[in-house]
């Protein structure tokens, strides 16, 4: 590491450092008795260290993420699973933003403490488990399954659910069927420009990054689909039921994540320490940023990044532009020639489809199965096929050249723009033969 990067980063905790310390007597304010603000700066700032891309985060949105967890007594610690901060990037802005995800162990704990909730489960079902519900008056659910099997052999995921029990003894319960968490999940990652594709057998989450070049990152509605489909019922569920406003909080701030809105972890730190919160913003005006790649931008200005952005987009596209008009080479989704096994694909499909009209034509005598054939048989079957018309023409030019020599009435001369004397078939044009 350069000795400026190194200049860089504690810098960047130095920033982040100091202004949690300005903002501890507010945290001791909300949080309740048993988690210290020294403890939760504490943890924060391991969370900060344990993340590349959190340390180049706009340190007032990292300390609005640590506040919402001091609200809601949750420590942001990857082992509990309570909290999670994590880093997103801010096109609008041009630089990280952190934001705060509750997780699924998280919301069943602001259940359980807020007192109105005295049993609370969820859980995913699979297709060998045994499940049942029923509402109405004999509203009841009931689920178990096989504990010799892994969740591998229990089946495909049917459904997630919440069930509740409230301090008053009613039971409540919430079903998500697995249709329609696959649909929030699509629907999440649209919003975030993230799409899944399968690679190596498993799916990967594929984002399109600066200049349209797209990369594998990381979302748990991939790598944790099970926890997100508990969360999701419980979230859910959690409308429906007469819960503290700690949860129904959680909830706003997650479905805020999910539909990549602003959770205003910026503005409630400017109304708590607006003179620091003033100077860190003009910092960050005025100093170093990143671009969408991690890497560092050395002297270039928020605005001016933003500018920089643009114009490689615009000039994307005006270049996209350019190349359908002059009906260049098919290139791929990033702009770029596509391979040589691309091309070899294309041309294969082309001359497939040129020959199948020749063959409905009844233009290739004793090939009946163009398709089985193999490449170097298809490249006889070509050469086979305009050697013949070669021998075609010529013999239909050949009355024409006689007629001339034995004195009769004067042909007329070939010069290769006028049609031969026998009537021909329709034939391919020259645009047509894609080799």
């Given amino acids: 590491m350069t000795q400026g990067a190194i200049s860089k980063y504690e810098q960047s905790f130095k920033n982040v450092n100091g202004l949690l310390e300005k903002m501890k007597p507010q945290f001791q304010k909300v949080l309740p008795s048993m988690i210290p603000a020294d403890k939760l700066i504490r943890v924060a700032l391991t969370t900060w260290r344990g993340s590349e891309k959190l340390a180049e985060c706009d340190p007032l949105t990292f300390a609005g993420a640590v506040l ?14 309570h909290a999670h901060i994590v880093p997103f990037w801010n096109r609008k802005r041009g630089c990280y933003e952190a934001q705060l995800i509750v997780g699924y162990k998280g919301f069943i704990y602001l259940a359980r403490s807020a007192g109105e909730v005295t049993n609370v489960q969820a859980e995913v079902v699979y297709a060998k488990d045994d499940f049942g519900f029923g509402y109405g008056s004999g509203r009841h659910l009931n689920h178990s399954w096989d504990h010799k099997l ?4 229990r089946g495909d995921p049917q459904c997630a659910y919440l069930f509740a029990v409230l301090s008053n003894g009613e039971e409540h319960f919430k079903i998500v069927s697995w249709d ?41 509605w991939v790598t944790d689909l099970k926890p997100m489909a508990i969360k999701t ?3 859910d569920g ?9 949860l129904q909080r959680a909830a706003a701030l997650d479905e805020a994540a999910d539909l990549g809105l602003d959770q205003g972890l ?12 003033k100077q860190l913003e003009e910092n960050l005006s005025s100093g170093d940023t990143v671009d969408e790649g991690g890497k560092a931008a050395t002297k270039t200005k928020a605005q001016q990044l933003r500018e920089r952005l643009a114009k490689e987009q615009a000039e994307k596209e005006a270049a996209a ?27 294969a499909k082309e001359r497939d489809e040129f020959f199948q009209v020749l063959a409905d034509q009844g233009k290739l005598e004793g090939v009946t199965d163009f398709v089985g054939l193999t490449d170097e048989e298809k490249a006889k079957v070509v050469e086979d096929y305009e050697q013949a018309e070669k021998a075609k023409k010529a013999e239909q030019d050949k009355p024409a050249a006689k007629g001339k020599a034995k004195g009769g009435r004067k042909g007329k001369k070939d010069n290769g723009d006028t049609p031969p004397s026998q009537p021909q078939g329709p034939g391919p044009d020259d645009d047509d033969i894609p080799f």
């Fill in 68 to 81: 919402e967890c001091a609200q809601l007594a949750l420590t942001p610690d990857s082992i509990l699973g």
């Fill in 150 to 153: 892994t969740v591998d052999q």
């Fill in 180 to 220: 329609e968490i696959l649909e929030r999940r699509d629907r999440v990652l649209r919003q975030k420009r993230v799409r899944i594709e399968i690679q190596d057998g498993r799916e990967v989450a594929i984002a399109k990054g600066q200049g349209g070049k797209e990369y594998v990152t990381d979302t748990p």
């Fill in 233 to 235: 019922a419980i979230r």
């Fill in 238 to 246: 959690a409308k429906l039921m007469p819960l503290c406003p700690s």
């Fill in 266 to 277: 910026r503005a409630s730190v400017a109304q708590i320490v607006p003179e620091v919160a």
């Fill in 321 to 347: 532009a350019e190349a359908e008009q002059a009906d260049e080479e098919p290139t791929d989704d990033a702009g770029q020639e596509p391979t040589d096994a691309e091309r070899a694909e294309i041309e």
